[in-house]
């Protein structure tokens, strides 16, 4: 059966870091795409990044571009997400996802199939 489980979030200050896993079971990502997503309070949810891997292809939001990095292991069983020069407004629920599509450069929900349940990043002034 397949599963994400994310984990790695926290409190941090304003202008600090967070790694944030995605670790698969049932699955190994050289053959999917992995996108992460977050929702804020009163919010809806939306698009922060997502690697092809099969292609070789990335997308990153444009509030995250140059801030944050999407990596995996050697293993291809765990994807990170690197979290660099971190704002207020990144504070979220953030999940990841798994599917076989590449919709709108992996932007769109539709691309994907499996959830993670979430880890909550907190951003402090």
């Known amino acids: ?3 994400l489980v994310e984990s790695g979030g926290g409190l941090v200050q304003a202008g600090g870091s967070l790694r944030l896993s995605c670790a698969a079971s049932g699955l190994t990502f050289d053959s999917y795409t992995t996108g992460w997503f977050r929702q804020a309070p009163g919010k809806e949810r939306e698009f922060v990044a997502a690697v092809n891997w099969s292609g070789g292809n990335t ?3 444009d509030s ?8 995996r292991d050697n ?9 660099n020069s971190l704002k207020p407004e990144d504070t979220a629920v953030y999940y990841c996802a798994a599917g076989r599509g590449w919709y709108g450069l992996g932007s769109m929900t539709r691309t994907y199939d499996y959830w993670g349940q979430g880890t909550q990043v907190t951003v402090s002034s």
Request: no cysteine; net charge positive; proline share 0%.
């Open 1 to 3: 059966q397949v599963q």
């Open 59 to 61: 997308n990153y939001a």
């Open 64 to 71: 995250v571009k140059g801030r944050f990095t999407m990596s």
């Open 75 to 83: 293993a291809k069983i765990t994807v990170y997400l690197q979290m």
